[in-house]
Every structure is written in C-alpha cells, then in structure tokens.
C-alpha cells in the first residue's frame, strides 16, 4: 500500500494563492494515476484535478485556469499550485493514487489516498 502525505494547506483571503504537495511512499508515481480531491463541510467528495502516467491532465469546471496539477517523478510528489483562490474552493484536499493508466474522477475508483489538508478561503 502506498503512503501519501498532503502539504501546503492553510488559510488566505480570497485571491490568494496556495500549493499543496502531495508526496508519495516508494517509486509508485511513475506509472499511476494521481489526482486532488476536495471535500466542502456537508458535501460529496469531488475530483478537482487528475494528471494521468503520460501528463495529460484534467480539471472540473470551476477550477479551470486557476488550479494546476503537475507531478515530479524523480522526488514522488505531485502538485496543486491554487491562485485567485474562491472562498467556494474552502474544503479537505486530498490526494489520491491509482496504478493505473486511465484516471477517472470517481473517488471509488482509487486505492490510495492521503489524510486530507484543510484549504480555508476567507471573503
């Protein structure tokens, strides 16, 4: 089983910018999908952003053009780099891994996931 710690959270005012970091146990990032969750104070867990083994990457709507996901194999961590923070985007981060080659956006779909970081935007 891989272990996965999430870094980086923490409070800012509305239009600030955070990055999460999100580090992986092993040499398991290589070849797996990874991908950030959220999870708001009474809703569902979403997928916010996923980077599949080859680098494609996916956003929701909502964060398009705002948050980036990238990953470095050599140091088996992946990124969340938040700017123009939304007080919306306020929620559990969490990241998640799957040794897969296809990423979804279904939490049931991955095996691995982190503890969670709490992300707070203030209006």
């Known amino acids: 089983q891989v272990q996965l710690v999430e870094s980086g959270g923490g409070s800012v005012q509305a239009g600030g910018s955070l990055r999460l970091s999100c580090a992986a146990s092993?040499?398991?990032?290589?070849?797996?999908?990874m991908a950030w969750f959220r999870q708001g104070t009474g809703k569902e867990r979403e997928g916010v952003a996923r980077?599949?083994?080859?680098?494609?990457?996916n956003y929701i709507n909502s964060v398009k053009g705002r948050f980036t996901i990238s990953r470095d194999n050599a140091k088996n961590t992946i990124y969340l780099q938040m700017v123009s923070l939304k007080p919306e985007d306020t929620g559990m981060y969490y990241c998640?891994?799957?040794?897969?080659?296809?990423?979804?956006?279904?939490?049931?779909?991955?095996?691995?996931w982190g503890m969670g970081i709490q992300v707070t935007v203030s209006s």
């Open positions: 092993g040499n398991f990032i290589h070849g797996a999908c």
């Open positions: 980077i599949q083994p080859n680098g494609d990457t």
């Open positions: 998640a891994a799957e040794d897969s080659q296809i990423c979804t956006i279904y939490p049931t779909w991955y095996t691995d």
